[in-house]
């Protein structure tokens, strides 16, 4: 055999990897960086975080357990947080009305009536609405109306214990002993 010495083998053609390392190198680098994201290139962005609201039935819980442990000036602020929360809630209005009359009964019974009235305008067909305005117009001195509206809200309820004492309450505020003891020993 011979050996042609004028033959020159070829050369081997580099593949697409082999040209562009660099290139690739180059793009590793930079999502590397932009991943990142290194202080000394960006500065971070600021992403303000949105302040939850609390929700009405947490002053709610929050206001009935300061009544149980007798801390009523807190609970009636954490009761008009909930009316500001929920204005078409009458519940915190009944218990600032009730808690009114607690407190402030002998002295101002105009708050109490004035937040009854606000939760009657909100919700009419409530038996407890109802007997929440029935106590304040007792206590304001408007009896009529008061048996009136007590009488409505026992019509809606008929066993409701709170109505019976209400109506009991008013019956003797009005001189009718024995009719008001009938409601209340029924209570």
Known sequence: MYINRDYVPRRKRKG???RFWWFFLLMAVGIFFYETR???IFSPQIIPTPTA???AVLFLTEADNLVKQGKFDEAIAAYKQ???L???NPKPLIELSRL???IDGLLNPNIAHDYAKRAFELDPQNPEVLTTLA???????ELQDAADTALDSLDLAPDNVNTLAVLGEIYIDAGNRDIGQDYI???
């Open 53 to 55: 609201t609390p929700a």
């Open 38 to 40: 290194p202080q000394w």
């Open 100 to 102: 009114s009359i607690y």
């Open 135 to 141: 106590r304040a117009l007792d206590w304001v001195g």
């Open 16 to 18: 697409f990897f082999e």
């Open 86 to 88: 929920e204005p078409t």
């Open 82 to 84: 909930a009316a500001a």
């Open 185 to 187: 020993n029924k209570a």
